[in-house]
């Protein structure tokens, strides 16, 4: 499968952005998608994961939704209440094997896209 990231941007604290993450493949309602994203300096950072039932990481959650349209092999992640600190490069993921324990391992995924840059001024 294919992945391909979009929807980043610049945009002011408290704003919202929508990310989407288009996928080309069979089979795509197979696999788990998942968002990280990646703050210069620091390490990969789980956000959310979708298959069938969706999970969040503790830092985004209640601000960042993930929903997904399997007809158009495609992930979003609605972010909203947006911060200076969320400003990071964003990337979807997929994995067609990943168990529900690994869902925040980065290398668990093979699929990637190729990154969308969120920057989130004050």
């Known amino acids: 499968v294919q992945l391909q990231a979009s929807g980043g941007g610049l945009v002011q604290a408290g704003g919202s952005l929508r990310l989407s993450c288009a996928a080309s493949?069979?089979?795509?309602?197979?696999?788990?998608v998942a968002w990280f994203r990646q703050a210069p300096g620091k390490e990969r950072e789980f956000l959310a994961a979708?298959?069938?039932?969706?999970h969040y990481a503790d830092s985004i959650k209640g601000r960042f939704t993930i929903s997904r349209d399997n007809a158009q092999k495609t992930v979003y992640l609605q972010m909203n209440s947006l911060k200076p600190e969320d400003t990071a490069i964003y990337y979807c993921?997929?994995?067609?094997?990943?168990?529900?324990?690994?869902?925040?391992?980065?290398?668990?995924?093979?699929?990637w896209g190729q990154g969308t840059q969120v920057t989130v001024s004050s």
């Open positions: 993921a997929a994995s067609s094997t990943v168990i529900l324990s690994a869902i925040h391992r980065s290398e668990m995924y093979p699929y």
């Open positions: 979708h298959r069938g039932s969706t």
């Open positions: 493949g069979r089979a795509f309602s197979n696999y788990r």
